[in-house]
């Protein structure tokens, strides 16, 4: 599977506790980005990376949250003393640089988060 | 700011007819817009894109319609079959690459 690839596929965890969630994008894209999703929402864009910069955050990404991208390949998104409302799916997706032409977004199939 | 909506949360069809799933945006600016297919407990699936010098773009049982002078994007989907039954979005392209996603539209198709 050459896909997007996310790590775990769900988490539960109690309120206060820290959660790593990994990606591994396609292997040709430099770009890769994570968003978050709640039920019958859309996904929420949350920060991205241009291979190991990371470009943009959103006002989203609070302080207790952090990504990386150590090596332009795999990511690693951290949250830190997790509340309920961190409760979501989160979506890694890749895609080639936008100055390349078309470059749609290819999404994993996400790590749902439970917190409870 | 940025938006983009859809008209209809739910759409009902039966199996063999066509959808039309419509959806609006608000920035005259974008130039690149991304219909994509969500099911349940997956990652939304790449269904297909249109640059805005198009107004029309196919692919496999799918047309995507660009209308710029109303900020309106419709995505058809021929001979809709069950397995078509999924929450679908359509997503505006920003700078930088990003997406700005809909609300999504839900087609249940009735065999």
């Known amino acids: 599977d050459t896909g997007v690839s996310q790590n775990p596929r769900h988490k539960i965890t109690k309120r206060g506790q820290n959660v790593t969630f990994r990606c591994d994008p396609i292997s040709e894209h430099n770009r890769l980005y994570w968003y978050r999703q709640t039920l019958g929402q859309g996904p929420e864009f949350l920060t991205y990376f241009q291979n190991e910069a990371q470009l943009e955050k959103s006002r989203l990404l609070s302080d207790r949250f952090s990504a990386e991208r150590p090596k332009g390949s795999f990511s690693t998104l951290e949250i830190q003393r997790t509340e309920q409302g961190d409760s979501a799916m989160y979506l890694c997706?890749?895609?080639?640089?936008?100055?390349?032409?078309?470059?749609?977004?290819?999404f994993g199939n996400g790590t749902r988060l439970t917190v409870t | 700011g940025e938006s983009v909506g859809l008209h209809l949360p739910t759409l009902s069809v039966q199996e063999g007819d066509n959808s039309i799933i419509n959806c609006a945006y608000s920035n005259s600016a974008s130039d690149y817009f991304i219909w994509y297919k969500q099911e349940s407990g997956k990652g939304p699936q790449f269904i297909i894109d249109i640059r805005s010098n198009m107004d029309k773009r196919q692919g496999q049982r799918v047309t995507v319609l660009l209308n710029k002078t109303v900020k309106h994007l419709s995505l058809q989907i021929a001979a809709t079959q069950p397995g078509d039954s999924a929450v679908y979005f359509c997503?505006?392209?920003?700078?930088?690459?990003?997406?700005?996603f809909g609300q999504g539209t839900e087609l249940s198709v009735k065999p």
């Open positions: 997706a890749s895609s080639l640089d936008p100055g390349q032409g078309r470059s749609p977004l290819h």
């Open positions: 997503a505006e392209v920003s700078q930088g690459g990003k997406l700005i």
